[in-house]
T-cell receptor
Framework: EAGVAQSPRYKIIEKRQSVAFWCNPI?????LYWYQQILGQGPKLLIQ????????DSQLPKDRFSAERLKGVDSTLKIQPAKLEDSAVYLC??????????????FGPGTRLTVL | GDSVTQMEGPVTLSEEAFLTINCTYT??????LFWYVQYPGEGLQLLLK?????DKGSNKGFEATYRKETTSFHLEKGSVQVSDSAVYFC?????????????FGQGTILTVHP
C-alpha cells in the first residue's frame, strides 16, 4: 500500500514570496491533516479536512495561509506572503476516518521550508 | 486546553542500556495516548498506543502504560540498540468536534552509541 506522498521535499524562498505544498493521501482515506513542525517542537495541527470539507482550521493563520482539498483526494497548502517564522517542516497525514478515535494517522515525509 | 509535556532532552545512551522517556499530559476529556517515532529523514511513525486507563501499549520492545492517576504515559525499553536513535514524540487525542486531532509534546532526541 502506497503511503502519504508530499512534494516538494525541500523549498527555500525569500520572505514575502509565496509557496505551495502538495499532498496525496493514502487511497480511500477520508480525513487529511496538515501539521506545522517548527525545529525543536512537536507538530501542530494547522487544518483538518473530512473529505473535501474543513473540520478544524482554528490554528491556521488565515491572513497568509490557505488550503484546499478538491474532490476530497489530494490537497494543497499555500503560504502568501511567507514570513521568516514560517520556516518549518510541513507534514501531511491521512486517516481512514478521523471521526473514529481508533483510526491511525499515517504521516508523509514532510516538506522542509526555509524562509530567508 | 490539551497539552503534552515530555522530559527535556536530548538523551544519550550506550547500547543495551535501559531507556525511560517521561511524558505527562493534561486533557479536557478522556484521551487516547500515543508514542510516535521519527527516524532521520523519515516521516512520523506510530510506535504504540493505549486507549484507556491501565492499558499497556507495546511494540519493538518498547512499552508504555496509561496511568490516569498520574496523567502519565512514560516510554520504556529494557535494552536499546543503535537503530533506536530517533526523535520520540508523545501525543494525545481527545474525542469530540476535533476527532482525530493529535496534540504532540516537544519531542525527545535519543542517541544510542555502540
Amino acid at each position: 500500500e502506497a503511503g502519504v506522498a508530499q512534494s516538494p521535499r525541500y523549498k527555500i524562498i525569500e520572505k514575502r514570496q509565496s509557496v505551495a505544498f502538495w499532498c496525496n493521501p493514502i487511497s480511500g482515506h477520508a480525513t487529511l491533516y496538515w501539521y506545522q513542525q517548527i525545529l525543536g517542537q512537536g507538530p501542530k495541527l494547522l487544518i483538518q479536512f473530512q473529505n473535501n470539507g474543513v473540520v478544524d482550521d482554528s490554528q491556521l493563520p488565515k491572513d497568509r495561509f490557505s488550503a484546499e482539498r478538491l474532490k476530497g483526494v489530494d490537497s494543497t497548502l499555500k503560504i502568501q506572503p511567507a514570513k521568516l517564522e514560517d520556516s518549518a517542516v510541513y507534514l501531511c497525514a491521512s486517516s481512514l476516518d478521523g471521526t473514529k478515535a481508533y483510526n491511525e494517522q499515517f504521516f508523509g515525509p514532510g516538506t522542509r521550508l526555509t524562509v530567508l | 486546553g490539551d497539552s503534552v509535556t515530555q522530559m527535556e532532552g536530548p538523551v544519550t545512551l550506550s547500547e543495551e542500556a535501559f531507556l525511560t522517556i517521561n511524558c505527562t499530559y493534561t486533557a479536557t476529556g478522556y484521551p487516547s495516548l500515543f508514542w510516535y517515532v521519527q527516524y532521520p529523514g523519515e516521516g512520523l511513525q506510530l510506535l504504540l498506543k493505549a486507549t484507556k486507563a491501565d492499558d499497556k501499549g507495546s511494540n519493538k520492545g518498547f512499552e508504555a502504560t496509561y496511568r490516569k492517576e498520574t496523567t502519565s504515559f512514560h516510554l520504556e525499553k529494557g535494552s536499546v540498540q543503535v537503530s533506536d536513535s530517533a526523535v520520540y514524540f508523545c501525543a494525545l487525542k481527545v474525542g469530540g468536534t476535533s476527532y482525530g486531532k493529535l496534540t504532540f509534546g516537544q519531542g525527545t532526541i535519543l542517541t544510542v552509541h555502540p
